[in-house]
């Protein structure tokens, strides 16, 4: 039981026509694991969450993706999200007119298959808003329209906290956060991992993030493919060198 990315190969729609971003993708996700994929900008790391959530822009020309063995290249957007697949947006969408109380509610039932009883799931929205510094009044706004881009990043992590994904994929979620707001949305993502049975593809450029989820693999990302991976001693490496090195070496085997 495993999120697996093989091979993967990936185009994206542009104005000249269809352009080549993910070149052979490989990684592997197990149950309880938190992986780190770090690198420069336009290396491709939006692209590889897009792809894995079924981003319509963005095209799969080989390679595979399997969720515990089913393959996701064949499911919609809504299929993957019922099979445990969450996407953490680094720039989530603003929806006028549509409160995220009813948003949560409705999201919740389309993955259950039936609507959450209202007692119990009202105290629930509550203590997760609550947990990620959120007050009750968000939950009749409309989702994400007038949220700061930090209570945006926290209403995230609340849908994380609520939904219970198998796999959370978290795309630069510590962008534009200060370091108040960093510590409330990483103890959120640790709430989700501390129930073992869960895997994290955290995508970041940065490393200050990582003294708070702690990464059991991290992977250097240039040019739309893993060049290296390592443990976490490998992030602080990246803090100390930068990309440069790894940047050079794609170019030169490209």
Same mark, same amino acid.
């Given at each position: 039981?495993?999120?697996?990315?093989?091979?993967?190969?990936?185009?994206?729609?542009?104005?000249?026509?269809?352009?080549?971003?993910?070149?052979?993708?490989?990684?592997?996700?197990?149950?309880?694991? /938190?992986?780190?994929?770090?690198?420069?900008?336009?290396?491709?790391?939006?692209?590889?969450?897009?792809?894995?959530? #079924?981003?319509?822009?963005?095209?799969?020309?080989?390679?595979?993706?399997?969720?515990?063995?089913?393959?996701?290249?064949?499911?919609?957007?809504?299929?993957?999200?019922?099979?445990?697949?969450?996407?953490?947006?680094?720039?989530?969408?603003?929806?006028?007119?549509?409160? =995220?109380?009813?948003?949560?509610? =409705?999201?919740?039932?389309?993955?259950?298959?039936?609507?959450?009883?209202?007692?119990?799931?009202?105290?629930?929205?509550?203590?997760?808003?609550?947990?990620? #510094?959120?007050?009750?009044?968000?939950?009749?706004?409309?989702?994400?329209?007038?949220?700061?881009? #930090?209570?945006?990043?926290?209403?995230?992590?609340?849908?994380?906290?609520?939904?219970?994904?198998?796999?959370?994929?978290?795309?630069?979620?510590?962008?534009?956060?200060?370091?108040?707001?960093?510590? /409330?949305?990483?103890? #959120?993502?640790?709430?989700?991992?501390?129930?073992?049975?869960?895997?994290?593809?955290?995508?970041?450029?940065? =490393?200050?993030?990582?003294?708070?989820?702690?990464?059991?693999?991290?992977?250097?990302?240039?040019?739309?493919?893993?060049? =290296?991976?390592?443990?976490?001693?490998?992030?602080?490496?990246?803090?100390?060198?930068?990309?440069?090195?790894?940047?050079?070496?794609?170019?030169?085997?490209?």
């Amino acid at each position: 039981m495993s999120l697996e990315i093989s091979g993967l190969h990936v185009d994206v729609e542009t104005e000249d026509g269809p352009k080549e971003i993910l070149k052979g993708v490989d990684l592997t996700i197990n149950p309880g694991e /938190v992986h780190a994929i770090m690198g420069p900008n336009g290396s491709g790391k939006s692209t590889l969450a897009y792809s894995l959530a #079924g981003h319509p822009k963005y095209h799969i020309t080989s390679g595979t993706v399997t969720l515990d063995g089913t393959p996701l290249n064949e499911l919609t957007v809504d299929e993957r999200a019922r099979a445990g697949l969450f996407l953490a947006m680094q720039y989530p969408v603003e929806v006028p007119g549509v409160s =995220t109380a009813n948003f949560l509610r =409705t999201a919740k039932t389309a993955l259950d298959g039936e609507a959450p009883k209202v007692r119990t799931w009202v105290k629930e929205v509550n203590a997760a808003m609550q947990e990620l #510094g959120l007050d009750d009044s968000f939950t009749s706004r409309s989702l994400n329209e007038g949220f700061s881009g #930090g209570e945006k990043k926290r209403a995230e992590i609340v849908q994380l906290q609520l939904l219970q994904p198998k796999y959370a994929i978290l795309d630069e979620t510590d962008s534009g956060l200060d370091i108040d707001a960093l510590r /409330v949305v990483a103890d #959120g993502v640790n709430r989700y991992t501390a129930q073992g049975d869960r895997g994290v593809l955290l995508i970041t450029h940065y =490393t200050r993030i990582l003294n708070y989820i702690k990464p059991d693999f991290v992977h250097v990302y240039v040019d739309g493919r893993v060049v =290296t991976e390592g443990g976490p001693e490998l992030a602080q490496k990246l803090e100390e060198t930068g990309y440069d090195s790894y940047i050079a070496a794609a170019r030169a085997n490209a």
